[in-house]
Nanobody, 131 residues
Framework: QVRLVQSGGGLAQPGGSLRLSCVAS???????IGWFRQVTGKEREGISC????????YYEDSVKGRFTISRDNAKNTVYLQMNDLKPEDTAVYYC?????????????????????????WGQGTPVTVSS
């Protein structure tokens, strides 16, 4: 019913590229959607989010200039193009869609800390960057 289906990810070499996709179904994508990642033993962290209304984007400092978020409203899909990958990018990557209408930056920062009823989460996909 209400779900996000992720694809992409896998193994890449340092300096390489990967593209993640996330398709939403079972709900109307009215608000922000974004990408989060979680390293084993650490808390989930928002890295890039985009507003569905005007396309405003937010990037966490560590991925600025390397990652690009985009969306296709007609296909209900959000993408994350990851370039110049580094070993520290290794993590499980999750997409999530806001159900509440908070500011895009706020969503990216607080979504991992608030109730899971306030956003829809994908199942996650691992990204490994290693020589």
């Amino acid at each position: 019913q209400v779900r996000l289906v992720q694809s992409g990810g896998g193994l890449a070499q340092p300096g390489g590229s990967l593209r993640l996709s996330c398709v939403a179904s079972g709900f109307t994508w009215d608000y922000s959607i974004g990408w989060f990642r979680q390293v084993t033993g650490k808390e989930r962290e928002g890295i890039s989010c985009i507003s569905s209304s005007d396309g405003t984007t937010y990037y966490e400092d560590s991925v600025k200039g390397r990652f690009t978020i985009s969306r296709d409203n007609a296909k209900n899909t959000v993408y994350l193009q990851m370039n110049d990958l580094k070993p520290e990018d290794t993590a499980v990557y999750y997409c999530a869609a806001d159900l509440t209408g908070v500011d895009v930056q706020t969503f990216c920062v607080v979504a991992p800390k608030r109730s899971d009823d306030l956003e829809v989460w994908g199942q996650g996909t691992p990204v490994t960057v290693s020589s």
